[in-house]
């Protein structure tokens, strides 16, 4: 659970509201919760959208398509690719410790490993609900792994 701290220390804010991307004078870009005063500011998603469930909490019992899969898996790499690329530019400028960074990467590595075909379609519960929330390009990786807590 520490190690998903630090995911969240990449992308600070994200686990609570709305997500902001910010770029600065420099050109260095961020993400929080809050706009960003006197920087260069694009809301990229208010909140993760609710995921239908049952009674059980767990969406329906039928596996997820390779279709859906792949579109969910796709999204949740190219956020991550921008995860590391965010978290690279912070660490050269910064904003974030060696530290930081060198704990958060495999964490990233950790949650890439389970975006794949068989961990997709075999998902119940929260792991399908993260799945599903990823389905949505516009929820951002962070904000599920938040709402649905999936592994």
């Known amino acids: 659970m520490r190690k998903l701290a630090v995911v969240f220390l990449l992308l600070p804010g994200m686990a609570e509201a709305g997500i902001y991307k910010c770029t600065d004078a420099s050109g260095n870009m961020t993400f929080s919760d809050r706009p960003c005063p006197g920087q260069k500011q694009e809301q990229i998603k208010k909140d ?57 990467m495999p964490e990233l590595k950790r949650i890439e490993g389970k975006l794949t075909q068989r961990e997709c379609s075999q998902a119940q519960g929260k792991q399908r609900q993260f799945f599903e929330c990823l389905n949505d390009a ?6 599920c792994m938040s709402t649905y807590r999936p592994y």
């Open 48 to 104: 993760a959208a609710p995921v239908a469930t049952d009674d059980e909490g767990s969406a329906s019992g039928e596996a997820l398509g390779s279709d859906f899969c792949s579109k969910s898996i796709s999204n949740g790499k190219d956020w991550l690719s921008s995860m590391r690329d965010v978290a690279r530019k912070n660490l050269n400028s910064g904003h974030m410790t060696q530290a930081q960074y060198d704990e958060g």
């Open 138 to 143: 516009s929820n951002h990786i962070a904000q």
